[in-house]
């Protein structure tokens, strides 16, 4: 087996000078990948967004207003035979904004109270609107 081999040595391709070439540039492209992927990839980051102070204040400003002003909000719910919206309602401005759908039975069982439950929570809700 390794006689034949050596046996027909002239079948072998010679390489010629435009294979040499191409190998070469083959070699070159794929060194220069490899060392923009080790080099230069790891040094490329996201550029860091820089919020002024004056930003920052005013994004707590807002969130704070608007934990402040949360007890004016109501819930709103569209019922419709094919699905179930709710949207919330700002009892001083009006606005109606969406929120989401929802399931209407498991969002309905829970709004079914008792007559006295009724009573109470409107007690604990008249005297939380005096507290405020």
Known sequence: ???????RPHLRKQLRATDIVGLALGAAFLVG????LVFVVPKLRPAQIELSQEKI???ARQAALKAALA??????LFVDP???QEHSFDNW?????YKEH???DARLAKLRKSDSERAAERVRSVVEG???
């Open 1 to 7: 087996m390794a006689t034949a081999r050596l046996v």
């Open 102 to 104: 929802i399931d209407c």
């Open 82 to 84: 094919e699905m179930c």
């Open 57 to 59: 204040a005013e994004d």
């Open 130 to 132: 005096f507290r405020r």
């Open 93 to 97: 401005t009006g606005a109606i904004e």
């Open 33 to 36: 990948m490899l060392s923009v």
């Open 71 to 76: 007890h004016r909000q109501g819930t709103i």
